[in-house]
């Protein structure tokens, strides 16, 4: 089970860190991921990083400005937000691929078997 917290209110140009958490498994053998679901649209990727944390992917949209991280032994996925934009808003979920394999990283959505249960970000202008 998934335990995303760290989303609230921020202004433009300023910086969030999302935290995800799990208290089970082999949390050091899962892919993670975060995508974002803004209002009305549907949910899309973010960024993912591998069992190490060696290997990280993020969109495009965020790239520059937002940093995946992991602390293995917190069994924790960070999301640093940094530079917020208003098209940032969404509600941010975190994600488990439970059957990757050491040195990937899942960008697709159905990869991910597990899911935390979001945390709303908003960003006013």
């Known amino acids: 089970q998934l335990q995303a917290s760290g989303g609230g209110l921020a202004q433009a140009g300023g910086s969030l860190r999302l935290s995800c958490t799990t208290s089970?498994?082999?949390?050091?053998?899962?892919?993670m991921g975060w995508f974002r679901q803004a209002p009305g649209k549907e949910r899309e990727f973010v960024a993912t990083i591998s069992w190490s944390g060696t290997r990280k992917y993020v969109a495009s949209s965020v790239k520059g400005r937002f940093t995946i991280s992991r602390d293995n032994a917190e069994n924790t996925v960070f999301l640093q937000m940094n530079s917020l934009k208003p098209e940032d808003t969404a509600i941010y979920y975190c994600?488990?691929?439970?059957?990757?394999?050491?040195?990937?990283?899942?960008?697709?959505?159905?990869?991910?078997?597990?899911w935390g249960q979001g945390t709303l970000v908003t960003v006013s202008s």
């Open positions: 089970g498994g082999a949390f050091s053998r899962y892919v």
């Open positions: 994600g488990a691929d439970l059957n990757s394999v050491s040195g990937a990283y899942s960008i697709e959505e159905d990869r991910y078997d597990a």
